[in-house]
């Protein structure tokens, strides 16, 4: 099996994307096809033995072909015209923007390309904070208390401390604790700097803290093991950026078996249908017995191979259950019965 590894692309999370699919080639023990997305949104075709990061931080990768997206696939040239680039399927490993907003996987199915990555409901509800709480507390699904607020907004805060996140960003980019009022005119500013609407939460220390992913195979839920994180006080972009590339195994979390059916019953309340053909991590918080969502993370770094004891299989049987867009027929029955009609007048 060949599994295309698209990444890179228009996003504050470029990096991050380099990181996760260079992790890829210790994971998958399939063939894989690079496809890299660069800052111009041009596509290239990286052979495998290349894909190193200072590969694409030195400009190298645009000695390389260039592929041209179309209807069934990638295409790059050849002596008769084009030739497709052949892959069975394509995993999206753009974080963020591009990848994680639904940007890439609404061409993905304009051009029919089957894909491992969330669709474009499912990108538009877990690339917002603001919309994902929402979506949450519509399945039932309990979140920490928040604000929202846009960037003219007067913002006022009655207790600290406080979270402030960009609402449209992951891997911590933009986020800030603030524990006084004088440090909140800076966390804004960081804030607004990424995205012109912002939550604020309340900063709760010393809270517990439990990862779980999974996906839908055969509409059976398929779980991972669930990790609970052994964090400092709060991880920012440069220790979650290292974070990215982990490829060993972690510890199963200690805890009761009532706890972890209660957070296995609370994904699947996330990932219902929206986010079939996806593998998710959900990041919970348990506050006074109150299994909490933190985020939805729809495209987890290095796709949260670590959590799996089989995460090849995983990927290969998730390839085999891809939801399918039906097929409109058109039969232009409407327009010939006016032309029709017409010619009866």
Known sequence: MSIAVLFGSRSFEHEISIVSAIAMKDIIKETLVYIFIDKHREFYYIPASKAKANFFSSGEYKKCEKLELK??????????GQKKLEFDFLLNLVHGGDGEDGVLASLFEFFSIDFVGPRVEASVVSCNKYLTKAYAKNHNVNVIDYKHFAKNDTITID???????PIRLGSSIGVSIVKEQSELTYALDVAFEFDDEIIIEPFISNIKEYNLAGCKINNEFQFSIVEEPQKEEFLDFDKKYLDFNRTSKVQKADIPAHLEFELKQTFKKIYNNTFEGSLIRCDFFRIDEKIILNEINSIPGSMANYLFDNFNKILKDLSYSLPKKKMVNITYDYVNKIQSAKGKA
């Open 159 to 165: 207790e600290y401390p406080v979270i402030v996140k």
């Open 71 to 80: 209807n069934g696939g990638f295409y790059k040239k050849s002596m008769f």
